[in-house]
């Protein structure tokens, strides 16, 4: 009898002990995907699984395409590389594009950079409907003079003054 109640409170005693067990398991973790990207997920494990038979399948698919002849496409009219090379048209007009803003926004660096040091003064050639020498002259003589002297302004530019820019023609670029 001693040795049972000895067994029966060690029993009792150890399940003191023991963590109880819970009748609830872990949550479930469910993923909910949809069959195009679960079949993906599928297909990449298979292939870093068997990645060796994968490469061999790709190359020999890059070969069976290699042997067959590429044709080019038929009645397809092909450019030539000039067409795609800029044109001295472009260069010309980019230029000038560059000399009116520059002549509309600094006169002085416009005829001292252009029209006295290279000769081109197309822009106030065509405002002030003037030859290039008579430009130059008008540079030199009035905008990059130093004196107080009066001189001679075209009258195209007279009758531009004092106009808003959107009403002159002259030096839109």
Aim: contains cysteine; glycine residues 2%.
């Amino acid at each position: 009898m001693n040795l049972m109640i000895t067994l029966l409170c060690a029993a009792a005693h150890v399940h003191a002990f023991v963590a109880p067990s819970s009748s609830t398991s872990r949550p479930c973790t469910q993923l909910n995907l949809e069959k195009n990207i679960a079949d993906m997920i599928d297909h990449e494990a298979d292939r870093l699984k068997n990645f060796h038979l994968w490469r061999r399948a790709e190359d020999e698919k890059r070969n069976s395409w290699k042997e067959k002849e590429p044709s080019l496409p038929q009645g397809f009219d092909f450019n030539s590389a000039t067409e795609f090379n800029p044109t001295a048209d472009a260069a010309k007009k980019v230029q000038m594009r560059k000399d009116k803003r520059m002549a509309r926004e600094d006169p002085m660096k416009y005829c001292a950079d252009r029209c006295v040091a290279t000769g081109h003064c197309e822009v106030w050639e065509d405002m002030f409907e003037m030859g290039p020498k008579e430009v130059q002259a008008f540079c030199l003589e009035c905008v990059l003079s130093e004196d107080e002297e009066p001189c001679d302004v075209p009258e195209k530019f007279i009758e531009d003054a004092g106009k808003p820019a959107w009403e002159t023609k002259t030096l839109r670029p």
